[in-house]
């Protein structure tokens, strides 16, 4: 049986997730936005095939109400990027026992930057039966890819990892949020000074909520849990990419001055009780004609090994992954499930549904011990969502 998605957001990552689902055999079955732009319009004209799905975008006020009265058996959410922006519609799923994945870079490992927010979905998703989870480009390529690495790895010393991506593929808010089109004294008063702070004050931001992360502390934090590090301290400092000269922004719609912010680098950098140390940054900024993607990783130790990756197609793989991960996020156990406790995502050939594990599946016994707290067969809980 075809699985049924709703897309929730339908800007730019959403004609490639929607696209995705259709040709990986399940269907979209409804359409979220606020924009009134897109209100009303076929899910086709968002895809930009030519067809007609018969399916339109529907207000996103209207969101809970048609979970409560339809049939989903997963959300894809594509809009913000912090947590405490995405705490609404991942909320609603939860509390209406429907599975949600998301682009949202945060929620890649919410529980390092928002404990609050993150055991507020986990309790309700728990007590409902469904599956919250975060994945995208980070999930492949600056988690899984180095995980596998480490594995051919003797003994690390320390991890350094760095990656760009222009944020003109990603929307207005992405943008914003990396401080593109500020000048220097803005972009160091709205996003560098919050990180001038001593680790007791962060601790305290992080525990009320407070804390605006770089998508590269949630990384850092997947990282070690997935390769087993104590974190001892993890810092973050973010800085200004500056305009060598004039720069036009489609998705600001400005042309940022000579001498202005284009976007911002991030660095993270993470002390373990293991000796590992782990540094990595992100550099998200409106691009210039010679400027492209890249991703660039040096796991240090014996051996060394180096592994750069020029010009991805960082928005189509983001979309790949998030539609990839669906038949493990509905074999996942019930709660805010992270993917470092996943299988590595792998390609699928046929259809999603066909991977989706059900209880029959089950091959655990009585000692079958996974990682959820509840310490219950990966399986048992979600049989019966299918």
Not at 120 to 147: H, K, M, P, R
Not at 148 to 155: E, F, N, R, S, Y
Not at 353 to 375: M, N
């Amino acid at each position: 049986m075809k699985l049924k998605v709703v897309q929730y957001g339908c800007g730019k990552m959403s004609k490639y997730t929607m696209r995705y689902v259709f040709e990986k055999g399940a269907k979209i079955v409804g359409a979220f936005d606020c924009d009134t732009a897109k209100i009303g319009k076929d899910i086709g004209e968002i895809i930009g095939d030519g067809q007609e799905y018969k399916v339109k975008v529907q207000d996103s006020k209207n969101f809970e109400k048609y979970l409560k009265s339809h049939d989903v058996d997963i959300v894809i959410v594509t809009t913000l990027s912090y947590i405490k922006e995405m705490y609404e519609p991942l909320l609603i799923c939860a509390k209406n026992g429907v599975n949600a994945i998301t682009t949202s870079e945060e929620s890649f490992f919410p529980q390092n930057s928002s404990p609050k927010i993150f055991s507020v979905i986990n309790a309700f998703a728990i007590e409902n039966n469904c599956t919250i989870c975060g994945s995208g480009y980070q999930d492949v390529f600056w988690g899984n890819l180095i995980s596998v690495l480490a594995g051919a790895t003797h003994k690390i010393t320390k991890i350094k990892g760095s990656s760009s991506y222009n944020v003109e593929d990603y929307g207005i808010a992405l943008a914003k949020a990396h401080g593109a089109g500020l000048s220097l004294e803005d972009f160091d008063k709205e996003v560098a000074s919050a990180d001038r702070v001593s680790e007791e004050v962060r601790k305290q931001q992080i525990k009320k909520g407070d804390f605006a992360p770089s998508y590269m502390w949630n990384v850092n934090g997947w990282l070690c849990s997935k390769l087993g590090l104590t974190v001892t301290k993890q810092t973050q400092k973010c800085v200004p990419q500056v305009a060598k000269s004039k720069l036009y922004s489609s998705t600001l719609d400005m042309t940022i001055p000579k001498g202005y912010a284009t976007g911002m680098s991030a660095v993270v950098t993470t002390e373990t009780k293991e000796g590992i140390t782990i540094e990595s940054e992100c550099i998200g900024k409106v691009y210039d004609k010679t400027e492209f993607d890249k991703n660039d990783w040096t796991i240090y130790g014996e051996p060394d090994t180096r592994v750069v990756i020029e010009r991805p197609s960082t928005v189509e793989l983001t979309c790949a992954t998030i539609v990839n991960r669906i038949p493990e996020v509905l074999s996942a156990p019930a709660g805010f499930f992270t993917t470092d406790y996943m299988p590595e995502n792998y390609y699928k050939s046929q259809s999603l549904d066909k991977y989706v594990v059900t209880y029959d599946d089950c091959c655990c016994d009585d000692d079958c011990e996974c990682h959820h707290e509840e310490k219950e067969c990966k399986t048992t809980k979600k049989g019966s969502k299918k």
